[in-house]
């Protein structure tokens, strides 16, 4: 079992609150901050030479990285600003497609996914209950089935293998959305056998934002034409040559100029995510979430994530009286973690190999206490920006 008191100094936040918002925007490695400050001192002293020496590559090596960490070949992943540039790149490889143009997702998807397939004009969006609804809902219409992996709100993994069995049965792609599970619950993209994947850094991969990524299967990648496309994607970007020929594998799905900074901060958090592993990661969470869910059994709360450990992601979400005003009081007393709106909402707890039995312990008392109280209510209409 993974010692917290091993990496606690290496993530300076924790010194100074109870920092239980990882599956939102993860504590900073201090290896960040000296990227960013490698990065900055290549940028002065060499200037353009830089892209030659490795920037001009790194959504491809960045990508080989994440490539090891979420089981993908090398060149199957390249790194992008966001999930929702990375779903449009799937989707405009597909703009000539009048036979299919059925979308089947669940409710619970993540909004900016949801918004970038409802605001196509050609596209009908079918969003259903459940995952076992989504296996029900695809059929010979179905173009693409855009999940996710863990669901944001309440943490509950999703059943992918019968999505993809019945997708392909049908003809349709899956794109997985693996945001909420890539650095805490184990997988492995080949196995699952994606069409696509998608994903960012910001939460359990302590990566910090501006470096999304998309995978792509190496045997579909050679097959797709994406029309969202740009001068990284082409076979010889530094040939100029006027007529677009499309690089290969997942590289044809890249536009322009990288987010070079941003790569050279996620790579701290690979770094990592590398040294502990996700197996070893996946073993602390479940011990955290499953104290969460006994203590908030305890005091009386009521979770609304999953108990059976299966189904379990790394975060556990609270029901409360009033789930804004409960954060604030919680943000006055020192613990950080957000809350999301009803249905399925609540205060959601997060916590990664880094945090302490302590630090659950203290956030489930002083939330216990919060709401019997009723101390609340002083933040009746409070708002959040996180
Ligand atoms: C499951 C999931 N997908 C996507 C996102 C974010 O999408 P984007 O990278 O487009 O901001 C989040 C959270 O920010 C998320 O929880």
Redesign the pocket.
Known sequence: MIDPADYRDRFPILGTCTYLIN??LAAMPAAAEDNLREYARTWRERGIRSWAEGWWEMPVTVGDQLGRILGAPPGSIVMH???????AIVLSCFAGSTERNRIVYEEA??P??RYLYQAQPQLEVVAVADDRAIVDAIDERTLLVPI?????KNGEIQDVDPIVRRAHEAGAHVVL????SAGVVPFDLTELGVDFA???S??WLCGGPGA?WLYVRPDVADRLEPTLVGWQGHARPFAFEPELEYADGARRFLTGTPNVPALYAATAGYDVIEEVGVPRIRERSLAHTQLLIDLCDEAGLAIVSPRVPARRGGTVTVSTPDHAACHTELGERGIICDFRPDPVGGVRLGPHFFNTEDEVRHAVSELADIVASGVYERHAGASSLY
């Open positions: 599956h939102s600003q966001n999930v929702t540039v990375a779903e998807n993540f900016s996914v996710s992996h863990v669901l944001f959305d693996c945001y909420q998608v994903g960012g910001v939460k999304g």
